[in-house]
């Protein structure tokens, strides 16, 4: 059986609401937008509703205990297909009594899961240490990436907290949504064609406060002052600093 859904978290849950609901397994998972039609599989479209996503989670959490449960939302925002499929494969195991089966490791499913949690790990840790914010003339901080997996949700907690004092938006160019906080709330932003290309290309088309443009110059001063040409190490600096994240770093620049 193949499950047609809307690509949401809340829709992967109603997936599994629905597995149950119906007593269909095994099922494979599939987004709308990438179903293909076959002669040889029955499929049927699950609806995303908010109540029963929560009431799958909230028996996630109970079942596993809340780091464990939002694991597989981290692990859902990889993207990636096979570790989705994985991952509704191992919910439905541990709904049907199996909640150890996660220490498993022997188990192929339990093991890609658990590799895809720390690519999804790194690339959080690299976005909260990458992200450079520019101030524009009215004094808005933007920052623009492109994470391998979709991360953002995962780092807006860290920048609120940090950066409680100042209005500022963190735009993902790849996936053409962004989360802006108004220094009250944080809500999800999606801009329009000619609005994000002027984003996109923030260093000539959107006009920096003068305090910033010194800051930058400041800022790329400093590294390149502290810069030891003697110990350069090109192959250890990739490892550290990906080439991919330089054209979001100010001193990259």
């Given at each position: 059986m193949i499950y047609r859904y809307d690509g949401s978290f809340g829709g992967f849950l109603c997936?599994?609401?629905?597995?149950?609901?119906?007593?269909?397994?095994?099922?494979?998972?599939?987004?709308?937008?990438?179903?293909?039609?076959?002669?040889f599989e029955e499929s049927r479209l699950v609806e995303t509703e908010s109540e029963k996503a929560?009431?799958?989670?909230?028996?996630?959490?109970?079942?596993?205990?809340r780091t464990e449960a939002h694991s597989f939302f981290q692990a859902?925002?990889?993207?990636?297909?096979?570790a989705i499929q994985y991952a509704f494969n191992l919910l439905h195991a541990i709904f049907q009594g199996n909640k150890n089966i996660l220490e498993n490791y022997g188990d192929e499913?339990?093991?890609?899961f658990s590799q895809t949690l720390k690519k999804v790990s790194r690339e959080r840790h690299r976005?909260?240490?990458?992200?450079?914010?520019?101030?524009s003339s009215d004094d808005l901080f933007f920052a623009v990436i492109a994470p391998d997996f979709n991360v953002l949700p995962l780092v807006?907690?860290?920048?609120?907290?940090?950066?409680?004092?100042?209005a500022w938006l963190i735009y993902d160019e790849k996936r053409n949504y962004g989360m802006m906080y108004n220094k009250v709330s944080v809500e999800e932003v999606q801009l329009a064609e000619l609005d994000k290309n002027t984003l996109m290309h923030s260093s000539q088309d959107v006009q920096l406060g003068t305090t910033e443009e010194k800051c930058q110059q400041l800022w790329k001063a400093y590294f390149k002052s502290t810069n030891i040409v003697a110990r350069k190490n090109i192959r250890l600096h990739l490892q550290h600093v990906p080439k991919r994240y330089w054209r979001y770093l100010t001193e990259k620049q």
């Open positions: 997936a599994i609401f629905s597995s149950f609901e119906r007593k269909e397994f095994p099922v494979r998972l599939v987004t709308q937008t990438q179903f293909a039609a076959s002669f929560q009431r799958v989670f909230d028996g996630l959490e109970k079942s596993i205990g859902f925002l990889s993207e990636d297909s096979r499913q339990v093991l890609y976005m909260k240490a990458f992200i450079r914010f520019q101030k807006i907690s860290f920048f609120h907290k940090r950066y409680a004092d100042q």
